[in-house]
């Protein structure tokens, strides 16, 4: 009864592959270890210190450029200040709204207005964006670039007057045919 279980370590492999494969599987996974996995990470780690800045210019938060050069200094510093790039971008200042009269960066406002001059943005978009640009011009902290805009919000506004309808000759009534 012992016979037949003693013969069963003899009969297991501990290795799918024999001989020279072994050593040729063995190289291959040695070169990708040492050239592929490091630009594999080197990627990932870029991709990661990255992301505050992005979810910084998605969210449109008015202190993007500084999360951006935060996030600059965190690669130099190994990663050390990443935190709190990535915690910045998903905060809004507490008093940047009093200061300046906007929770969002310029670059919100410039690309509003050119779907503005496309016409692609709602009456109600139009007038929150004029709300918001008068808030900014209130205290007087309007770059010339949204200046500019202010002023062509205004033009945007105002009605286009229809002109007259054009009466052909099939347009007229056919009493009227003499």
């Known amino acids: ?30 070169w990708f270890v040492l050239i592929a996995m490091p630009i594999v990470a080197i990627g990932a780690f870029l991709y ?26 965190s690669l130099f510093f190994g990663g050390l200040l990443w935190p709190f790039a990535w915690l910045w971008a998903y905060t809004r200042p507490i008093g940047f709204r009093a200061a300046y009269g906007t929770e969002k960066h310029e670059d919100y406002y410039v690309e509003m207005g050119e ?19 008068d808030a900014m ?24 007057p229809a002109a007259p309808p054009v009466l052909t000759r099939a347009a007229e009534p056919a009493h009227e045919k003499g």
Do not use: W, Y
């Open 48 to 73: 990661v210190h990255v992301l505050p800045e992005k979810i910084a210019e998605r969210r449109h938060h008015p202190q993007k450029d500084s999360i951006k050069v935060l996030c600059i200094l």
């Open 1 to 30: 009864m012992a016979a037949p279980l003693a013969l069963f370590p003899a009969l297991a492999h501990a290795s799918f592959l024999s001989g020279d494969a072994v050593d040729t599987m063995a190289n291959v996974l040695s």
């Open 137 to 160: 011009a209130a205290k007087g902290t309007l770059p010339p670039q949204l200046r500019k805009l202010h002023d062509d919000l205004d033009d945007l506004a105002a009605p286009v």
């Open 115 to 133: 779907k503005a001059r496309a016409g692609e943005v709602s009456a109600a978009e139009l007038e929150h964006l004029r709300v918001e640009l």
